[in-house]
């Protein structure tokens, strides 16, 4: 049979029975940095960090380069021929990978240096792109013989039509259309009916009058999401790939990955992949990548490949690919781009970190404004457990020149770095010097100062400086202060307490109950008519200024802790608000605060307390990390606590550990509406995010620094702040530590209490140490996402327990459905 035959009878098929499984593999993806032919189970990538971007391959286990060796934006795979953009999209070029093994010759289908293309989009046999300008689709059809068109022309909407995006399907490709966002698809002659274009023709029909952002294709379905960010499918539904899962449309990102008869889509959240429809290759296979993080993914017939965020390499999995034994192993093409180096400005939305380096010089690697952007930048463990399988030699190779560099490139930035590390210094001793006494041994309550430091003016108008500080934020909404008008509307789980009942439980708040103090307040200790053991917070009075913070504090608390519930959270019980008098009511913490059982001075002795081991330290690290993860990932709204430090973290009657006082805390506005500048720096000495500190950015990775400063604490024995012992005066346990750990040289500011670590916990302080080096990064966008920190310790504390299992930089835990 030829193929001519095949494709009219499959055309004759497609529109009279819409739930037929189509036979001919193809790959069929919008455009992209990443391809997959099908035929030959071919994978290409743009390369990163090379001077000229170009495209190389992987066929049967070897390496292929695509000439020319020129730099590409973009590229697209079909049956047996992939294409893609050359930069600045001037020339489209075509590739057969059946052709030869040894180098991939190119074919080219346009050049114009007038009108240039974007959005090449490979169906099975046939390519289109958009005019970058005019929106203007234009096609090419393949041929039987060599799998790549000679210029001939594949059905198009005609000049009238313009798209912002276009995709491309079996036989069939798609748009969204520049007026008003609806979905227009086009396709083959022969598969035309009376009612449209075969499959393109229906799934427009399926579509309707739903605006859409973004699209992508499969072999016989469409996905893409909607104004509103909700995922919606149309097309063939044979074996489910259009059932998007009824709990989460508005959790993925437009990071979609369609096959033919599976989809795949990236959570916004946390990066990880999510897939439906297919057979039952996905239960066996996909368990590969349940905590690898993607910026990217591209599918196959069935296969699906992914660029992992830790490393910009690439993996793929399912029964397709012919590598699949040797999986989680990279695909050895080296780091590949995680989006098109584009010119033009990124706007708002964000631009990817490092683009610079990634782009040499071509362009900005833009986010969608469609993506939110959770993702931590790569978290690397000590060298020593690196798997091997993770860094193959062209890998390495590519790494060290990539590194080199970047060494020489980055001069420039390191001079502006040390002018800003230098005023930061002055104006850190300054602060310093203020707030921390001559002892620099804070009590417990004492380490409650909080710096209040007033906005600094703009680093630039055109915000460049801010934007160098933190590029991932831009894409995320902006915080404000939350506060209630009444406090009454957020205690419907809560109780409420007189005055008087909670003065006769405290013996009228005397000293000897008292057993500490938080923001705005002190707690005591008591015991309520039906038994049960609490601690109460009682607002300071003695000032206006005091008043006014101890009712923001009081709401802010009373309004997250009575919708949180979490178990490494502190629960809050009740509540009391009479006249001038501001009270919360917490379940109790027997074990007191993780900061007196580190730093009370009756804790000198290695037998004195729990604590000294590592096992018990390492998993109250766990429980704390837990908790902040909560808040930040699967709280609605997401919550910043904005005072993490080792005072606020609690220990229950079993040694839980448990996040406290939200007293600071704020959240996401509730619409994206609302939109609030940068808020002034509150905190405490030593816990504080530097970055927050000089420029008035809040994002969750200052509560990220704040937990680093506390895994030190765990490490070190140290205080965040204390009195360097050649007297020279405070110093910080971020100073004194990181730069031990980064030498190799953790073991020499271990804690002296617990005692030399047995073989079992030599792997687990290491992890946990580098883990926390890098949650103390000077700037927020280098430090990791709480849910890799929680991931990371989680394997520490195996190690400890003696099941460690592999441990690999580029896996993350799995969130809590």
Same mark, same amino acid.
């Given at each position: 049979?030829?193929?001519?035959?095949?494709?009219?009878?499959?055309?004759?098929?497609?529109?009279?029975?819409?739930?037929?499984?189509?036979?001919?593999?193809?790959?069929?993806?919008?455009?992209?940095?990443?391809?997959?032919?099908?035929?030959?189970?071919?994978?290409?990538?743009?390369?990163?960090?090379?001077?000229?971007?170009?495209?190389?391959?992987?066929?049967?286990?070897?390496?292929?380069?695509?000439?020319?060796?020129?730099?590409?934006?973009?590229?697209?795979?079909?049956?047996?021929?992939?294409?893609?953009?050359?930069?600045?999209?001037?020339?489209?070029?075509?590739?057969?990978?059946?052709?030869?093994?040894?180098?991939?010759?190119?074919?080219?289908?346009?050049?114009?240096?007038?009108?240039?293309?974007?959005?090449?989009?490979?169906?099975?046999?046939?390519?289109?792109?958009?005019?970058?300008?005019?929106?203007?689709?234009?096609?090419?059809?393949?041929?039987?013989?060599?799998?790549?068109?000679?210029?001939?022309?594949?059905?198009?909407?005609?000049?009238?039509?313009?798209?912002?995006?276009?995709?491309?399907?079996?036989?069939?490709?798609?748009?969204?259309?520049?007026?008003?966002?609806?979905?227009?698809?086009?396709?083959?002659?022969?598969?035309?009916?009376?009612?449209?274009?075969?499959?393109?023709?229906?799934?427009? +029909?399926?579509?309707?009058?739903? /605006?859409?952002? @973004?699209? $992508? %294709? =499969?072999?016989?379905? !469409? &996905? *893409? #999401?909607?104004?509103?960010?909700?995922?919606?499918?149309?097309?063939?539904?044979?074996?489910?790939?259009?059932?998007?899962?009824?709990?989460?449309?508005?959790?993925?990102?437009?990071?979609?990955?369609?096959?033919?008869?599976?989809?795949?889509?990236?959570?916004?959240?946390?990066?990880?992949?999510?897939?439906?429809?297919?057979?039952?290759?996905?239960?066996?296979?996909? +368990?590969?990548?349940?905590?690898? /993080?993607?910026? @990217?993914? $591209? %599918? =196959?017939?069935?296969? !699906? &490949? *992914? #660029?992992?965020?830790?490393?910009?390499?690439?993996?793929?999995?399912?029964?397709?690919?012919?590598?699949?034994?040797?999986?989680?192993?990279?695909?050895?093409?080296?780091?590949?781009?995680?989006?098109?180096?584009?010119?033009?400005?990124?706007?708002?939305?964000?631009?990817?970190?490092?683009?610079?380096?990634?782009?040499?010089?071509?362009?900005?690697?833009?986010?969608?404004?469609?993506?939110?952007?959770?993702?931590?930048?790569?978290?690397?463990?000590?060298?020593?457990? !690196?798997?091997?399988?993770?860094?193959?030699?062209?890998?390495?190779?590519?790494?060290?020149?990539?590194?080199?560099?970047?060494?020489?490139?980055?001069?420039?930035?390191?001079?502006?770095?040390?002018?800003?590390?230098?005023?930061?210094?002055?104006?850190?001793?300054?602060?310093?010097?203020?707030?921390?006494?001559?002892?620099?041994?804070?009590?417990?309550?004492?380490?409650?100062?909080?710096?209040?430091?007033?906005?600094?003016?703009?680093?630039?108008?055109?915000?460049?400086?801010?934007?160098?500080?933190?590029?991932?934020?831009?894409?995320?909404?902006?915080?404000?202060?939350?506060?209630?008008?009444?406090?009454?509307?957020?205690?419907?789980?809560?109780?409420?307490?007189?005055?008087?009942?909670?003065?006769?439980?405290?013996?009228?708040?005397?000293?000897?109950?008292?057993?500490?103090?938080?923001?705005?307040?002190?707690?005591?200790?008591?015991?309520?008519?039906?038994?049960?053991?609490?601690?109460?917070?009682?607002?300071?009075?003695?000032?206006?200024?005091?008043?006014?913070?101890?009712?923001?504090?009081?709401?802010?608390?009373?309004?997250?802790?009575?919708?949180?519930?979490?178990?490494?959270?502190?629960?809050?019980?009740?509540?009391?608000?009479?006249?001038?008098?501001?009270?919360?009511?917490?379940?109790?913490?027997?074990?007191?605060?993780?900061?007196?059982?580190?730093?009370?001075?009756?804790?000198?002795?290695?037998?004195?307390?729990?604590?000294?081991?590592?096992?018990?330290?390492?998993?109250?690290?766990?429980?704390?990390?837990?908790?902040?993860?909560?808040?930040?990932?699967?709280?609605?709204?997401?919550?910043?606590?904005?005072?993490?430090?080792?005072?606020?973290?609690?220990?229950?009657?079993?040694?839980?550990?448990?996040?406290?006082?939200?007293?600071?805390?704020?959240?996401?506005?509730?619409?994206?509406?609302?939109?609030?500048?940068?808020?002034?720096?509150?905190?405490?000495?030593?816990?504080?995010?530097?970055?927050?500190?000089?420029?008035?950015?809040?994002?969750?990775?200052?509560?990220?620094?704040?937990?680093?400063?506390?895994?030190?604490?765990?490490?070190?024995?140290?205080?965040?702040?204390?009195?360097?012992?050649?007297?020279?005066?405070?110093?910080?346990?971020?100073?004194?530590?990181?730069?031990?750990?980064?030498?190799?040289?953790?073991?020499?500011?271990?804690?002296?209490?617990?005692?030399?670590?047995?073989?079992?916990?030599?792997?687990?302080?290491?992890?946990?140490?580098?883990?926390?080096?890098?949650?103390?990064?000077?700037?927020?966008?280098?430090?990791?996402?709480?849910?890799?920190?929680?991931?990371?310790?989680?394997?520490?504390?195996?190690?400890?327990?003696?099941?460690?299992?592999?441990?690999?930089?580029?896996?993350?835990?799995?969130?809590?459905?």
């Amino acid at each position: 049979m030829t193929s001519k035959t095949i494709t009219q009878t499959l055309s004759f098929t497609l529109v009279f029975s819409f739930t037929t499984i189509l036979i001919i593999a193809t790959a069929v993806n919008a455009a992209s940095t990443t391809a997959i032919t099908d035929g030959s189970a071919t994978l290409c990538g743009i390369v990163a960090g090379k001077p000229n971007l170009y495209i190389q391959c992987y066929q049967n286990g070897k390496v292929i380069p695509a000439l020319p060796n020129v730099s590409f934006q973009e590229i697209s795979g079909g049956r047996s021929f992939f294409c893609g953009l050359r930069s600045g999209g001037s020339s489209l070029f075509c590739w057969d990978t059946n052709a030869s093994n040894t180098v991939f010759e190119p074919k080219r289908l346009y050049h114009s240096e007038l009108v240039p293309l974007t959005d090449v989009a490979v169906g099975d046999v046939h390519v289109c792109a958009r005019e970058l300008h005019s929106g203007v689709a234009r096609c090419w059809r393949g041929s039987s013989s060599n799998g790549f068109g000679h210029g001939s022309q594949f059905p198009s909407p005609g000049e009238a039509i313009r798209f912002r995006r276009i995709t491309s399907g079996f036989g069939f490709s798609c748009g969204i259309l520049k007026e008003n966002r609806r979905v227009w698809c086009w396709g083959e002659s022969e598969s035309e009916s009376e009612s449209g274009n075969g499959y393109g023709g229906e799934i427009q +029909r399926q579509f309707g009058n739903l /605006s859409m952002s @973004s699209l $992508v %294709a =499969g072999v016989s379905h !469409v &996905c *893409g #999401l909607t104004l509103d960010g909700v995922l919606v499918c149309k097309g063939n539904n044979g074996s489910g790939q259009l059932d998007v899962p009824i709990c989460s449309p508005s959790e993925f990102s437009s990071g979609l990955a369609l096959g033919a008869d599976f989809t795949c889509a990236i959570r916004k959240r946390n990066g990880l992949v999510v897939c439906w429809g297919g057979s039952n290759w996905f239960d066996s296979d996909t +368990r590969v990548i349940k905590d690898v /993080s993607f910026e @990217s993914i $591209v %599918a =196959g017939w069935d296969f !699906v &490949c *992914g #660029l992992m965020t830790t490393n910009l390499s690439l993996i793929c999995w399912g029964p397709g690919w012919s590598d699949k034994l040797n999986l989680p192993s990279d695909v050895p093409i080296g780091m590949v781009l995680p989006g098109p180096c584009v010119k033009d400005s990124c706007g708002s939305c964000g631009t990817f970190p490092n683009s610079d380096e990634l782009c040499q010089g071509s362009g900005s690697i833009c986010y969608s404004c469609q993506i939110e952007v959770p993702l931590a930048v790569p978290l690397l463990p000590p060298q020593s457990q !690196v798997p091997k399988q993770q860094s193959p030699p062209a890998q390495e190779k590519d790494m060290k020149e990539l590194l080199a560099f970047l060494t020489v490139g980055s001069v420039g930035a390191f001079a502006g770095l040390c002018t800003f590390l230098y005023f930061l210094r002055i104006g850190a001793r300054r602060f310093l010097r203020r707030k921390v006494d001559n002892s620099v041994q804070p009590t417990s309550s004492e380490s409650d100062t909080y710096a209040y430091i007033t906005s600094m003016p703009n680093l630039g108008s055109d915000g460049t400086s801010l934007r160098s500080f933190s590029s991932r934020m831009q894409g995320s909404r902006k915080l404000r202060r939350h506060r209630s008008a009444s406090s009454s509307k957020h205690v419907d789980k809560t109780e409420s307490f007189s005055l008087c009942e909670l003065a006769a439980v405290t013996d009228n708040f005397s000293v000897v109950n008292k057993i500490g103090a938080g923001s705005f307040g002190s707690v005591y200790k008591g015991k309520l008519a039906d038994g049960r053991d609490v601690a109460i917070k009682r607002g300071d009075t003695c000032t206006k200024k005091k008043f006014q913070d101890k009712e923001l504090a009081f709401d802010s608390e009373l309004a997250l802790l009575s919708r949180l519930h979490h178990k490494h959270l502190v629960r809050l019980i009740g509540f009391c608000e009479e006249n001038d008098e501001r009270l919360l009511v917490y379940e109790y913490m027997s074990n007191g605060s993780l900061h007196d059982h580190l730093h009370d001075k009756n804790n000198t002795e290695r037998s004195s307390s729990i604590l000294n081991s590592w096992k018990t330290r390492i998993n109250i690290a766990l429980g704390a990390s837990r908790g902040i993860e909560y808040i930040h990932n699967y709280a609605v709204p997401p919550i910043i606590h904005r005072d993490i430090k080792s005072s606020n973290i609690l220990l229950d009657s079993k040694w839980n550990a448990r996040v406290s006082d939200f007293g600071l805390s704020l959240i996401w506005p509730e619409t994206a509406e609302q939109e609030v500048m940068s808020t002034n720096a509150v905190g405490t000495v030593g816990y504080i995010d530097p970055e927050y500190y000089v420029l008035n950015v809040l994002t969750t990775k200052s509560d990220v620094y704040g937990l680093g400063v506390v895994l030190l604490e765990l490490l070190t024995g140290k205080r965040a702040v204390f009195k360097a012992e050649d007297g020279s005066g405070p110093m910080g346990v971020v100073e004194y530590a990181v730069p031990k750990i980064a030498a190799g040289e953790l073991w020499s500011v271990l804690d002296y209490r617990v005692g030399q670590p047995e073989v079992n916990e030599v792997e687990s302080l290491e992890l946990m140490a580098y883990t926390a080096m890098h949650c103390v990064n000077l700037e927020g966008r280098e430090r990791p996402d709480m849910t890799d920190i929680v991931a990371n310790l989680e394997r520490a504390l195996s190690f400890v327990e003696g099941s460690p299992g592999s441990f690999s930089i580029t896996s993350y835990s799995a969130p809590l459905e």
